[in-house]
Protein backbone atom coordinates (compact mmCIF):
# COMPACT_ATOMS: atom_id res chain seq x y z
CA UNK A 1 0.00 0.00 0.00
CA UNK A 2 1.36 3.29 -0.46
CA UNK A 3 2.57 5.58 1.71
CA UNK A 4 -0.81 7.02 4.21
CA UNK A 5 -1.96 10.22 3.57
CA UNK A 6 -5.07 12.37 5.25
CA UNK A 7 -8.39 13.45 3.87
CA UNK A 8 -7.20 17.40 4.47
CA UNK A 9 -4.58 16.58 2.24
CA UNK A 10 -6.43 14.53 -0.17
CA UNK A 11 -8.79 17.41 -0.40
CA UNK A 12 -6.73 19.80 -1.77
CA UNK A 13 -4.03 18.22 -3.94
CA UNK A 14 -3.70 18.05 -7.82
CA UNK A 15 -5.73 15.82 -9.92
CA UNK A 16 -3.16 14.04 -11.19
CA UNK A 17 -1.95 13.37 -7.22
CA UNK A 18 -5.28 12.68 -5.81
CA UNK A 19 -5.89 10.15 -9.04
CA UNK A 20 -2.32 8.81 -8.18
CA UNK A 21 -3.15 8.48 -4.52
CA UNK A 22 -6.27 6.47 -5.32
CA UNK A 23 -4.82 4.16 -7.94
CA UNK A 24 -4.93 1.12 -5.90
CA UNK A 25 -8.31 1.00 -4.16
CA UNK A 26 -10.31 -0.58 -6.70
CA UNK A 27 -8.42 -2.74 -8.89
CA UNK A 28 -6.48 -1.36 -12.36
CA UNK A 29 -9.33 0.92 -11.92
CA UNK A 30 -8.22 4.74 -12.00
CA UNK A 31 -11.48 5.89 -13.77
CA UNK A 32 -13.20 5.65 -10.50
CA UNK A 33 -10.87 8.06 -8.66
CA UNK A 34 -11.01 10.24 -11.75
CA UNK A 35 -15.11 10.74 -11.82
CA UNK A 36 -14.98 11.52 -7.95
CA UNK A 37 -12.41 14.45 -8.50
CA UNK A 38 -15.17 17.11 -8.97
CA UNK A 39 -16.94 16.24 -5.56
CA UNK A 40 -14.50 17.27 -3.15
CA UNK A 41 -14.11 18.48 -0.61
CA UNK A 42 -15.05 14.99 1.37
CA UNK A 43 -16.33 15.25 4.75
CA UNK A 44 -14.81 11.86 5.45
CA UNK A 45 -13.20 8.81 4.15
CA UNK A 46 -16.61 7.47 4.24
CA UNK A 47 -17.85 9.82 2.24
CA UNK A 48 -14.88 9.72 -0.08
CA UNK A 49 -15.37 5.64 -0.48
CA UNK A 50 -19.35 6.03 -1.01
CA UNK A 51 -18.98 8.54 -3.54
CA UNK A 52 -16.34 6.06 -5.01
CA UNK A 53 -18.69 3.32 -4.88
CA UNK A 54 -21.63 4.80 -6.25
CA UNK A 55 -19.42 5.41 -9.53
CA UNK A 56 -18.96 1.95 -9.85
CA UNK A 57 -22.93 0.76 -8.89
CA UNK A 58 -23.87 3.66 -11.19
CA UNK A 59 -22.32 2.02 -14.17
CA UNK A 60 -23.03 -0.03 -16.79
CA UNK A 61 -22.95 -3.53 -16.69
CA UNK A 62 -20.20 -3.62 -19.38
CA UNK A 63 -18.11 -1.71 -17.06
CA UNK A 64 -19.03 -3.69 -13.67
CA UNK A 65 -17.48 -6.74 -15.88
CA UNK A 66 -14.39 -4.69 -16.44
CA UNK A 67 -13.60 -4.22 -12.86
CA UNK A 68 -14.25 -7.79 -12.00
CA UNK A 69 -12.63 -8.84 -14.72
CA UNK A 70 -9.53 -6.47 -13.71
CA UNK A 71 -9.12 -8.70 -10.25
CA UNK A 72 -6.52 -11.35 -10.42
CA UNK A 73 -6.89 -14.89 -10.08
CA UNK A 74 -5.95 -15.52 -6.13
CA UNK A 75 -3.02 -17.74 -6.05
CA UNK A 76 -1.71 -17.70 -9.84
CA UNK A 77 1.98 -17.20 -9.60
CA UNK A 78 2.60 -16.06 -13.73
CA UNK A 79 0.29 -13.44 -12.98
CA UNK A 80 1.61 -12.59 -9.57
CA UNK A 81 4.43 -11.41 -11.89
CA UNK A 82 3.04 -9.42 -14.39
CA UNK A 83 0.00 -7.69 -13.29
CA UNK A 84 -0.50 -8.29 -9.51
CA UNK A 85 -0.99 -4.44 -7.65
CA UNK A 86 1.10 -4.62 -4.94
CA UNK A 87 -2.29 -3.99 -2.58
CA UNK A 88 -3.26 -7.45 -3.93
CA UNK A 89 -0.05 -8.95 -3.35
CA UNK A 90 -0.07 -7.99 0.07
CA UNK A 91 -3.65 -9.03 0.77
CA UNK A 92 -2.39 -12.91 -0.53
CA UNK A 93 0.22 -12.51 1.38
CA UNK A 94 -1.90 -11.90 4.17
CA UNK A 95 -3.48 -15.14 3.66
CA UNK A 96 -0.60 -17.18 2.98
CA UNK A 97 -1.40 -17.27 -0.64
CA UNK A 98 1.96 -16.86 -1.39
CA UNK A 99 3.32 -19.74 0.53
CA UNK A 100 0.95 -22.94 -0.95
CA UNK A 101 2.54 -26.35 -1.34
CA UNK A 102 2.00 -28.00 -4.45
CA UNK A 103 -0.74 -29.84 -3.23
CA UNK A 104 -2.69 -26.54 -2.27
CA UNK A 105 -1.85 -25.03 -5.32
CA UNK A 106 -2.91 -27.98 -7.42
CA UNK A 107 -6.40 -27.07 -5.70
CA UNK A 108 -6.73 -23.38 -6.06
CA UNK A 109 -5.90 -23.72 -9.60
CA UNK A 110 -8.61 -26.44 -10.43
CA UNK A 111 -10.99 -24.72 -8.17
CA UNK A 112 -10.11 -20.70 -10.23
CA UNK A 113 -10.70 -22.88 -13.31
CA UNK A 114 -13.68 -24.11 -12.56
CA UNK A 115 -15.16 -21.34 -10.86
CA UNK A 116 -13.69 -19.16 -14.36
CA UNK A 117 -15.48 -21.60 -16.80
CA UNK A 118 -19.00 -21.15 -14.59
CA UNK A 119 -19.15 -17.20 -14.06
CA UNK A 120 -17.09 -15.81 -16.97
CA UNK A 121 -15.33 -13.80 -14.46
CA UNK A 122 -12.45 -14.51 -11.38
CA UNK A 123 -12.91 -15.62 -7.65
CA UNK A 124 -13.13 -12.73 -5.62
CA UNK A 125 -12.81 -12.73 -2.20
CA UNK A 126 -11.96 -9.66 0.29
CA UNK A 127 -8.87 -11.46 2.76
CA UNK A 128 -8.65 -8.87 5.22
CA UNK A 129 -10.68 -6.47 7.40
CA UNK A 130 -12.60 -9.13 9.36
CA UNK A 131 -12.28 -9.57 12.78
CA UNK A 132 -10.13 -13.04 11.95
CA UNK A 133 -8.76 -12.28 8.56
CA UNK A 134 -8.90 -15.45 5.65
CA UNK A 135 -6.44 -17.65 5.44
CA UNK A 136 -5.77 -20.62 2.92
CA UNK A 137 -8.36 -23.18 4.79
CA UNK A 138 -11.25 -20.83 4.86
CA UNK A 139 -10.60 -19.12 1.20
CA UNK A 140 -10.55 -22.63 0.05
CA UNK A 141 -14.12 -23.76 1.43
CA UNK A 142 -15.44 -20.17 0.47
CA UNK A 143 -14.30 -21.04 -2.95
CA UNK A 144 -15.72 -24.28 -2.13
CA UNK A 145 -19.42 -22.97 -1.49
CA UNK A 146 -19.31 -20.12 -3.74
CA UNK A 147 -18.65 -22.19 -7.09
CA UNK A 148 -22.07 -23.84 -6.15
CA UNK A 149 -24.18 -20.63 -6.65
CA UNK A 150 -25.84 -19.04 -9.32
CA UNK A 151 -24.54 -16.64 -11.58
CA UNK A 152 -26.75 -13.58 -10.73
CA UNK A 153 -25.90 -13.95 -6.97
CA UNK A 154 -22.26 -14.56 -7.50
CA UNK A 155 -21.78 -11.56 -9.88
CA UNK A 156 -23.68 -9.43 -6.89
CA UNK A 157 -21.32 -11.05 -5.04
CA UNK A 158 -18.23 -10.52 -6.72
CA UNK A 159 -19.52 -7.06 -6.54
CA UNK A 160 -19.83 -6.71 -2.95
CA UNK A 161 -16.01 -8.33 -2.52
CA UNK A 162 -14.66 -5.72 -4.48
CA UNK A 163 -16.24 -3.28 -2.20
CA UNK A 164 -15.59 -4.51 0.90
CA UNK A 165 -11.85 -4.68 -0.44
CA UNK A 166 -11.94 -1.06 -1.90
CA UNK A 167 -13.20 0.06 1.45
CA UNK A 168 -10.09 -1.59 3.35
CA UNK A 169 -7.55 -0.36 1.16
CA UNK A 170 -9.17 3.04 1.32
CA UNK A 171 -9.09 3.16 4.97
CA UNK A 172 -5.72 1.73 5.56
CA UNK A 173 -4.50 4.73 3.11
CA UNK A 174 -6.26 7.74 4.21
CA UNK A 175 -7.13 8.68 7.31
CA UNK A 176 -9.45 11.06 8.65
Known amino acids: MPCRTNLKDLNKVSPKIFCSTLSGIFEHSPWIAKRVISKRPFNSVESLYKNMLNQ ?26 KRLTQESRDEQETANLMSLTDKEASEFHQLNKDYKRRFGFPFIIAVKGFEKPHNKLSILI ?22 RIAEIRLKELVKE
Do not use: C, F, G, W
Open 56 to 81: VMQSDTKTKMNLIHAHPELTNQTQTQ
Open 142 to 163: TLRKRIQKSYPDEYHEALRQIA
